[in-house]
């Protein structure tokens, strides 16, 4: 005697096959990486001083980043195109040609926005922003009495 074991969807025992042709397709990785947004990670952290973003975009050049700050919304935005540049080759399939993403972080009011620094170094672009006087906190130590 052979067991066999079915799934106990109301889908699939309407219309046993239907369900498994649908998670084939849309299980694809064709399918999957176009339905997927791709943006990179992103890593906040605070310390006494800065607020600090790091931002995983590996591949890219400092050029290729745009840095702005619009009403407290600090954005990065990247417009990347590659060249068309075939050397007689026939694809069979080409999904790579443009990359772009837009991240934004709302800034907290104790930000200063006019120290902001930015580097990018083996595909980690880092963005420290400074709080201002104000917002930096002061250790002391109380003396009991």
């Known amino acids: 005697m052979t067991l066999v074991k079915f799934k106990n969807d109301s889908n699939s025992a309407l219309m046993p096959g239907v369900s498994d042709i649908f998670e084939s397709i849309f299980n694809d990785s064709f399918f999957n990486d176009r339905m997927v ?6 890593n906040i952290s605070e310390s006494a001083e800065n607020y600090h973003i790091e931002l995983a975009a590996p591949g890219l050049k400092k050029q290729d980043f745009k840095i702005t700050i619009d009403d ?15 050397n007689g080759r026939k694809y069979n399939k080409r ?5 772009s993403f837009v991240r934004s972080f709302t800034l907290p009011e104790v930000a200063d926005q006019g120290r902001i620094d930015a580097a990018y170094q083996d595909g980690i672009l880092k ?5 201002k006087e104000e917002a930096k906190t002061v250790s002391r130590q109380i003396e009991l009495k």
């Open 95 to 99: 999904e790579y040609s443009y990359n």
């Open 37 to 42: 947004t791709r943006v990179p990670a992103v």
């Open 127 to 131: 963005i420290d922003v400074a709080k």
């Open 72 to 86: 407290n919304i600090l954005n990065i935005s990247v417009e990347q195109r590659s060249e068309q540049n075939d």
